[in-house]
């Protein structure tokens, strides 16, 4: 299908319901839909002409229509009973919020669907929601491109629902909260999720997000997840994202987040379809002394295509970031890691690391890894380095002549090529990491 | 005595360039044989080939190990029957621990004879114990192997390696090499307390010196892909004061 085809139609579906879509008698959130969907009549989807998006193409987005309706039932019991670990869990389907289960929470955690909050306390997550020309690409030939944004232009006008995680001051959460987007499909069906962790000053949490697409059988599934993340002075949250896909799922999932001074975000993904998928993480250190470390690991089989972006600003003097990406990939199996460091022209004293490495386990199998560094500033200290490389013939001999077969062998070294992203999680993140790519992912 | 290791008439190829050019020898069990030779001799490619590493075309002759066909074995079916090669340029593996690894190494080696494997308290027992007896600091079963390892560590570590697993065929391919005086005195005296009956030594050299230590059975001459000489630990000696050249010659 045309892509201005496909603009106008999207227009047209949102001309049809807007109406319906939640929040319609707030002014704010009406406003802000009404300029995302204005942006997108001009960005449209992104293809191959934007700079984020050029390493493949996303044909199954480009090429079809998606509606939003769908009529899909999900049976949940076939999820297994939360952790002990785990004080809340918020279970979407297609998009929206259909079951939250939570322990007794203390007081001043705020946990809900985002439809909830609009209904309800729509005072609570105004100016949460960030606007989608936030996060415009400013090229360094100063020129603001709109055009990585399209998908969240597009998320921005149609979102109905998502989860909002909301701490009070100095409120420390122990345990986690885990966020579950389940998708099936019948039809050709696109979902966009809205979600909102907000942390005051001092507070601190964990999060983990799962994402799984379930079936769609000869269909596809475009769903979009964009999750906007505000962590106040001396706040601390550690997200961790896991995305699985099937053959037929194009997920999209963007975090924007805003760190003020002393603030910590550990930040860990998962991507690991077997369809399309991506994660763009974009960071602003706004105040002195935060910190982000960003670390991902992308596993890819057979025809997968498997994408982090990353870009930290570094907006704030004494701001610090880590970022440790790998990937590993079979088959014919395509990925990608485009990670930038960009340090404004009063952030002196910066110190940002960025280390990209992939493992080819197969002739067939491609990756991309495009390391960027825009320093404006003057007194910085910033590193980065890729790599791309196949199992080492030496290593596997010398394990194997000590009595390892050769198949256990290929698994210690992809273990410990990967060990970098797990060294520093949290005992039940990496529970839950091993556990989701064991029943995902076969036998990582 | 029983027959170890008998290799009849090896020829060996690498990218199509003769190494080993009918090659023989034969160990006994208990016997600890010195193999020693000039640069570019072969020396480290008969390691590599009994350990069964890739990239070494065997083009004729044959290689028993206890009774068995060698050539015919997997490389770790090779080490869990007893084979054992200290490597000349120990492998760097980030990522690995080195005791998971010893670990990891032992109990496929059991699994395979089907033997009892090792639980993490007892394998931890005798690790601390192998460590003690080589003057080695337990910090290193954390650390991930050989990395950031000085080159006496290394070798260490390989002895450590071998102490664990026992094996009845012990390969030291230039284990000597890179080490001062102390560290190959520790190292000499790990290989010899393994020593006993039933294990027997390869042990790859240039240097007198590290026989001194370990006083071999025997004393081979390696040249141009065979041996060209055969003798007890004299042997050794009389390389110091002639050379290579001059025994290569004389034969």
């Given at each position: 299908m045309n892509s201005q085809v496909l603009k106008e139609k999207y227009v047209e579906l949102y001309e049809e319901h807007k109406n319906t879509l939640p929040g319609k008698n707030i002014p704010w959130l009406e406003n802000l839909r009404e300029e995302a969907i204005?942006?997108?009549?001009?960005?449209?989807?992104?293809?191959?002409?934007?700079?984020?998006?050029?390493?493949?193409?996303?044909?199954?987005?480009?090429?079809?229509?998606?509606?939003?309706?769908?009529?899909?039932?999900?049976?949940?019991?076939?999820?297994?009973?939360?952790?002990?670990?785990?004080?809340?869990?918020?279970?979407?389907?297609?998009?929206?919020?259909?079951?939250?289960?939570?322990?007794?929470?203390?007081?001043?955690?705020?946990?809900?669907?985002?439809?909830?909050?609009i209904e309800n306390h729509p005072e609570i997550i105004e100016g949460n929601i960030n606007p989608v020309n936030k996060h415009f690409e400013t090229r360094l030939s100063n020129i603001i491109d709109p055009k990585s944004q399209g998908i969240v232009s597009l998320n921005t006008a149609f979102h109905k629902d998502g989860a909002v995680i909301y701490i009070e001051k100095n409120i420390k959460v122990s345990g986690y909260i885990e966020i579950i987007n389940l998708s099936n499909n019948k039809t050709n069906l696109m979902n966009h999720i809205r979600s909102l962790i907000i942390l005051e000053a001092g507070a601190k949490c964990k999060?983990?997000?799962?994402?799984?697409?379930?079936?769609?059988?000869?269909?596809l599934l475009f769903s979009s997840s964009v999750t906007d993340i505000n962590l106040s002075k001396d706040s601390s949250l550690s997200f961790m994202r896991l995305i699985a896909g099937n053959l037929n799922n194009t997920n999209v999932n963007c975090t924007h987040a805003d760190i003020e001074e002393n603030a910590i975000f550990n930040s860990t993904s998962f991507v690991c379809s077997k369809g399309d998928a991506r994660d763009e993480i974009r960071v602003n250190l706004n105040g002195t002394n935060s910190l982000v470390n960003l670390n991902g690991l992308l596993l890819g089989l057979e025809k997968s295509k498997n994408e982090l972006l990353t870009k930290v600003r570094h907006i704030a003097k004494s701001t610090n970031s880590n970022q440790n990406v790998r990937a590993i990939l079979n088959?014919?199996?395509?990925?990608?890691?485009?990670?930038?460091?960009?340090?404004?022209?009063?952030?002196?004293?910066?110190?940002?690391?960025?280390?990209?490495?992939?493992?080819?386990?197969?002739?067939?199998?491609?990756?991309?890894?495009?390391?960027?560094?825009?320093?404006?500033?003057?007194?910085?200290?910033?590193?980065?380095?890729?790599?791309?490389?196949?199992?080492?013939?030496?290593?596997?001999?010398?394990?194997?002549?000590?009595?390892?077969?050769?198949?256990?062998?290929?698994?210690?070294?992809?273990?410990?090529?990967?060990?970098?992203?797990?060294?520093?999680?949290?005992?039940?993140?990496?529970?839950?990491?091993?556990?989701?790519?064991?029943?995902?992912?076969?036998?990582? | 005595m029983a027959i170890s290791l008998e290799i009849n008439d090896l020829v060996v190829e690498v990218a199509e360039k003769t190494i080993l050019n009918g090659l023989s020898l034969k160990i006994d069990s208990g016997e600890m044989a010195a193999i020693m030779g000039p640069n570019g001799a072969g020396k480290s490619t008969l390691a590599s080939v009994l350990a069964g590493k890739d990239g070494y075309t065997v083009k004729e002759g044959s290689i028993k190990y206890l009774g068995k066909e060698l050539l015919k074995m997997s490389i770790d079916e090779r080490a869990a029957s007893g084979v054992f090669l200290a490597f000349q340029y120990p492998v760097e593996i980030p990522g690995v621990a080195t005791s998971t690894f010893i670990r990891t190494a032992l109990n496929a080696q059991k699994r395979m004879r089907g033997e009892k494997e090792l639980d993490a308290v007892?394998?931890?027992?005798?690790?601390?114990?192998?460590?003690?007896?080589?003057?080695?600091?337990?910090?290193?079963?954390?650390?991930?192997?050989?990395?950031?390892?000085?080159?006496?560590?290394?070798k260490r570590a390989e002895?450590?390696?071998?102490?664990?697993?026992?094996?009845?065929?012990?390969?030291?391919?230039?284990?000597?090499?890179?080490?001062?005086?102390?560290?190959?005195?520790?190292?000499?005296?790990?290989?010899?307390?393994?020593r006993n009956k039933?294990?027997?030594?390869?042990?790859?050299?240039?240097?007198?010196?590290?026989?001194?230590?370990?006083?071999?059975?025997?004393?081979?001459?390696?040249?141009?892909?065979?041996?060209?000489?055969?003798?007890?630990?004299?042997?050794?000696?009389?390389?110091?004061?002639?050379?290579?050249?001059?025994?290569?010659?004389?034969?």
């Amino acid at each position: 299908m045309n892509s201005q085809v496909l603009k106008e139609k999207y227009v047209e579906l949102y001309e049809e319901h807007k109406n319906t879509l939640p929040g319609k008698n707030i002014p704010w959130l009406e406003n802000l839909r009404e300029e995302a969907i204005d942006q997108f009549k001009q960005s449209g989807l992104p293809d191959t002409s934007v700079e984020e998006w050029n390493v493949y193409p996303y044909k199954n987005l480009t090429n079809n229509y998606f509606s939003i309706t769908g009529k899909e039932n999900i049976d949940l019991s076939e999820l297994k009973i939360k952790d002990e670990d785990c004080i809340a869990r918020l279970i979407l389907h297609n998009g929206s919020v259909v079951k939250i289960e939570a322990d007794k929470l203390p007081e001043r955690v705020l946990i809900n669907s985002l439809s909830y909050f609009i209904e309800n306390h729509p005072e609570i997550i105004e100016g949460n929601i960030n606007p989608v020309n936030k996060h415009f690409e400013t090229r360094l030939s100063n020129i603001i491109d709109p055009k990585s944004q399209g998908i969240v232009s597009l998320n921005t006008a149609f979102h109905k629902d998502g989860a909002v995680i909301y701490i009070e001051k100095n409120i420390k959460v122990s345990g986690y909260i885990e966020i579950i987007n389940l998708s099936n499909n019948k039809t050709n069906l696109m979902n966009h999720i809205r979600s909102l962790i907000i942390l005051e000053a001092g507070a601190k949490c964990k999060v983990i997000e799962k994402n799984i697409g379930l079936y769609s059988e000869d269909n596809l599934l475009f769903s979009s997840s964009v999750t906007d993340i505000n962590l106040s002075k001396d706040s601390s949250l550690s997200f961790m994202r896991l995305i699985a896909g099937n053959l037929n799922n194009t997920n999209v999932n963007c975090t924007h987040a805003d760190i003020e001074e002393n603030a910590i975000f550990n930040s860990t993904s998962f991507v690991c379809s077997k369809g399309d998928a991506r994660d763009e993480i974009r960071v602003n250190l706004n105040g002195t002394n935060s910190l982000v470390n960003l670390n991902g690991l992308l596993l890819g089989l057979e025809k997968s295509k498997n994408e982090l972006l990353t870009k930290v600003r570094h907006i704030a003097k004494s701001t610090n970031s880590n970022q440790n990406v790998r990937a590993i990939l079979n088959d014919k199996a395509r990925a990608s890691f485009q990670g930038k460091i960009r340090v404004e022209k009063k952030a002196d004293d910066t110190v940002a690391n960025m280390s990209g490495k992939s493992l080819l386990l197969n002739q067939s199998a491609r990756v991309n890894s495009k390391p960027e560094l825009e320093i404006l500033a003057d007194d910085v200290s910033c590193s980065h380095g890729v790599t791309v490389g196949s199992l080492d013939p030496e290593q596997l001999f010398y394990l194997s002549s000590r009595g390892i077969s050769n198949n256990e062998a290929k698994k210690m070294l992809i273990a410990a090529f990967s060990e970098i992203v797990f060294e520093n999680l949290d005992v039940s993140f990496k529970k839950n990491a091993q556990k989701f790519m064991a029943d995902y992912y076969g036998t990582y | 005595m029983a027959i170890s290791l008998e290799i009849n008439d090896l020829v060996v190829e690498v990218a199509e360039k003769t190494i080993l050019n009918g090659l023989s020898l034969k160990i006994d069990s208990g016997e600890m044989a010195a193999i020693m030779g000039p640069n570019g001799a072969g020396k480290s490619t008969l390691a590599s080939v009994l350990a069964g590493k890739d990239g070494y075309t065997v083009k004729e002759g044959s290689i028993k190990y206890l009774g068995k066909e060698l050539l015919k074995m997997s490389i770790d079916e090779r080490a869990a029957s007893g084979v054992f090669l200290a490597f000349q340029y120990p492998v760097e593996i980030p990522g690995v621990a080195t005791s998971t690894f010893i670990r990891t190494a032992l109990n496929a080696q059991k699994r395979m004879r089907g033997e009892k494997e090792l639980d993490a308290v007892e394998f931890l027992k005798l690790a601390r114990e192998k460590a003690k007896e080589l003057e080695m600091s337990e910090d290193f079963f954390t650390r991930s192997v050989n990395v950031g390892f000085s080159g006496g560590e290394k070798k260490r570590a390989e002895v450590f390696q071998m102490s664990i697993l026992s094996p009845t065929l012990a390969i030291l391919d230039e284990t000597d090499s890179g080490l001062d005086i102390d560290a190959l005195k520790v190292v000499a005296k790990g290989v010899n307390n393994l020593r006993n009956k039933n294990l027997s030594g390869l042990v790859i050299t240039h240097y007198q010196r590290l026989l001194d230590y370990l006083q071999p059975d025997t004393v081979h001459i390696l040249a141009n892909g065979k041996i060209v000489k055969t003798g007890d630990k004299s042997l050794a000696l009389l390389l110091e004061q002639k050379g290579y050249q001059g025994i290569i010659e004389a034969n």
